[in-house]
T-cell receptor, first 114, second 110 residues
Framework: NAGVTQTPKFQVLKTGQSMTLQCAQD?????MYWYRQDPGMGLRLIYY???????DKGEVPNGYNVSRLNKREFSLRLESAAPSQTSVYFC?????????????FGEGSRLTVL | EDQVTQSPEALRLQEGESSSLNCSYT??????LFWYRQDPGKGPEFLFT???AGEEKEKERLKATLTKKESFLHITAPKPEDSATYLC???????????FGKGTHLIIQP
């Protein structure tokens, strides 16, 4: 059982380049999330999707776009990467309601923007 | 705005030396408080959910407790494999997603 799978695991970009981080879950969860983790800042919510076809902004959405492609997949796009977007990105999924706080995380995508 | 503060930032213990990690929170209508464990280079792994003051949950050498303003993660007779960063998070009444603290980096020396 794979759980939450993120690709790529590592990526180096130049300022202004674009890229998409992919996330897929096989637990049939309705809710999916993108977080970023920076030293000294903790995990911060970028975007989330409560169900297929819906997306909402989190705490730090600027510079990012998301697509909930289907129930399994939730992608995060950087249209014009900036050095401030150097971070570790985590995708997570959960069930809504009482299970909403039990997040299942992927192993992370480590992005460096030069 | 929900806020979560964890202390200490780092803690080094000898194997078998019990201690507690603190998580103080400010939320408008607590729906749940959550503890996660994160190993280096990995995603966080869910440990516990606490919903109301007075509630306790246990798992092996870990016990989580909750009051109206803070939560404690008690570690009894820890082993080196308990070394990790422990994250606390809250979910408030109107929010989707969780608000995380910065974590406590725990090192257990043999």
């Amino acid at each position: 059982n794979a759980g939450v799978t993120q690709t790529p695991k590592f990526q180096v970009l130049k300022t202004g380049q674009s890229m998409t981080l992919q996330c897929a879950q096989d637990m049939n969860h309705n809710s999916m999330y993108w977080y970023r983790q920076d030293p000294g800042m903790g995990l911060r919510l970028i975007y989330y999707s409560a169900s297929e076809g819906t997306t909402d902004k989190g705490e730090v959405p600027n510079g990012y776009n998301v697509s909930r492609l289907n129930k399994r997949e939730f992608s995060l796009r950087l249209e014009s990467a900036a050095p401030s977007q150097t971070s570790v990105y985590f995708c997570a999924s959960s069930e809504p309601g009482t299970g909403a706080g039990e997040l299942f995380f992927g192993e992370g995508s480590r992005l460096t923007v030069l | 705005e929900d806020q979560v503060t964890q202390s200490p930032e780092a803690l080094r213990l000898q194997e078998g030396e019990s201690s507690s990690l603190n998580c103080s929170y400010t939320v408008s209508g607590l729906r749940g408080l959550f503890w996660y464990r994160q190993d280096p280079g990995k995603g966080p792994e869910f440990l516990f959910t606490l919903y109301s003051a007075g509630e306790e949950k246990e798992k092996e050498r870990l016990k989580a407790t909750l009051t109206k303003k803070e939560s404690f993660l008690h570690i009894t007779a820890p082993k080196p494999e308990d070394s990790a960063t422990y994250l606390c998070a809250v979910q408030s009444g109107g929010a989707d997603g969780l608000t995380f603290g910065k974590g406590t980096h725990l090192i257990i020396q043999p």
